[in-house]
């Protein structure tokens, strides 16, 4: 059972654009995390937010997280050809924070 | 530092064969985790371990096996290949099974074809 989703499916900009992506999820977290997965390799964490804070910054990221509206975005600033990615939310599953529940990802496409 | 190794990179089984996925860690991790990641159905986690000796199910299980008997390594069995079981197969270890406060490192995957 999915517990993120991510939005949108696929995001095509040019280089030194911002790239703004977005994940719902259905109950209460613990904490959220994004990840990177670069094409035919493993995931890369990037950042966690824990459900008491509202935003945390890292480098060229922002991710902002609204409890209220069980909603998180990922901003990457002045972005690169090398940001090429997807990009997935996980949250603790219902019942236990042993259990990441990944959503489906956003393909991020940034043209040179 | 090599991280979570996965072997092997690639594998093709016939319909009814078992195999072992391996899985080793090098950062003393007493969490570890198996997901199979489908086209359009994002990462599903299949089994976990929070330390050695100690396996649980996640979402997906049917079909596959763990142990748990070193804190380094944590292979994933099928038991008896299905074409269902056609996936890239993903093995995650962090430092504590709080996960609220400790993220996933990643293997580079095992692409899994059944035929």
């Known amino acids: 059972s999915q517990q993120g989703e991510e939005d949108p499916q696929a995001l095509s900009i040019q280089e030194g654009e911002n790239a703004t992506m977005n994940c719902s999820y259905k109950?209460?977290?613990?904490?959220l995390q994004w990840y990177r997965q670069n094409s035919g390799r493993g995931l890369v964490h990037l950042i966690l937010?824990?459900?008491?804070?509202r935003e945390k910054h890292s480098g060229r990221l922002r991710v902002t997280l609204d409890t209220s509206k069980k909603s998180s975005s990922l901003l990457i600033t002045a972005s690169r050809a090398a940001d090429t990615a997807s990009y997935f939310c996980?949250?603790?599953?219902?019942?236990?924070?042993?259990?990441?529940?990944f959503g489906k990802g956003t393909k991020l496409t940034v043209n040179p | 530092n090599a991280g979570v190794t996965q072997t092997p990179k690639f594998q093709v089984l016939k319909t009814g064969q078992s195999m072992t996925l391996q899985c080793a860690q090098d950062?003393?991790?007493?969490?570890m985790s198996w997901y199979r990641q489908d086209p359009g159905m994002g990462l599903r986690l299949i089994h976990y371990?929070?330390?050695?000796?100690?396996?649980d199910q996640g979402e997906v299980p049917n079909g596959y096996n763990v142990s748990r008997s070193t804190t380094e390594d944590f292979p994933l069995r099928l038991l008896s290949a299905a074409p269902s079981q056609t996936s890239v197969y993903f093995c995650?270890?962090?430092?504590?099974?709080?996960?609220?406060?400790?993220?996933?490192?990643f293997g580079n995957g095992t692409r899994l074809t059944v035929t």
């Open positions: 371990s929070v330390g050695a000796g100690i396996t």
């Open positions: 937010i824990r459900s008491n804070e």
């Open positions: 950062m003393n991790h007493e969490y």
């Open positions: 996980a949250t603790d599953a219902p019942g236990g924070s042993e259990k990441l529940v």
């Open positions: 995650a270890s962090s430092r504590t099974g709080f996960l609220y406060n400790s993220p996933l490192h």
């Open positions: 109950t209460s977290i613990n904490n």
